[in-house]
């Protein structure tokens, strides 16, 4: 089993960045970010894949997030510029075994190894 562990979280305002890390026991074939505000449902931000590096992001952070890895140490990076109000959250990191194609892998019902989040404040 992949243990995600995430670090980085943290308080910015409006406009600031912030980069998450998130380093896994085992290699996984597809890592994800995904975050949740209170009151509202898991959503994907950002997926990675082991095999050749593609990645798919949420509408909501499209140019305005990175998500990027190093296969070598098993970690994943979110990498958050133009911080928003609306981008406050807990952040978790996901990892899978499988590869998991397209725009489906912003999905949370597609990974079962969870980290224990991270919280992302922005101020305006």
């Known amino acids: 089993q992949v243990q995600p562990v995430e670090s980085g979280g943290g308080s910015v305002q409006a406009g600031g960045s912030l980069r998450l890390s998130c380093a896994t026991s085992q290699y996984a074939r597809t890592m994800a970010w995904f975050r949740q505000a209170p009151g509202k449902e898991r959503e994907g931000v950002a997926v990675?894949?082991?095999?050749?590096?593609?990645?798919e992001y949420g509408d909501s952070v499209k140019g305005r997030f990175t998500i990027s890895q190093d296969s070598a140490t098993n970690t994943v990076w979110l990498q958050m510029n133009s911080l928003e109000p609306a981008d406050a959250a807990m952040y978790y990191c996901?990892?899978?075994?499988?590869?998991?194609?397209?725009?489906?892998?912003?999905?949370?019902?597609?990974?079962?190894?969870w980290g224990q989040g991270t919280q992302v404040t922005v101020s305006s």
């Open positions: 990675i894949r082991a095999d050749g590096g593609s990645t």
């Open positions: 996901a990892a899978s075994p499988f590869f998991i194609a397209g725009s489906q892998s912003l999905l949370p019902k597609w990974y079962n190894d």
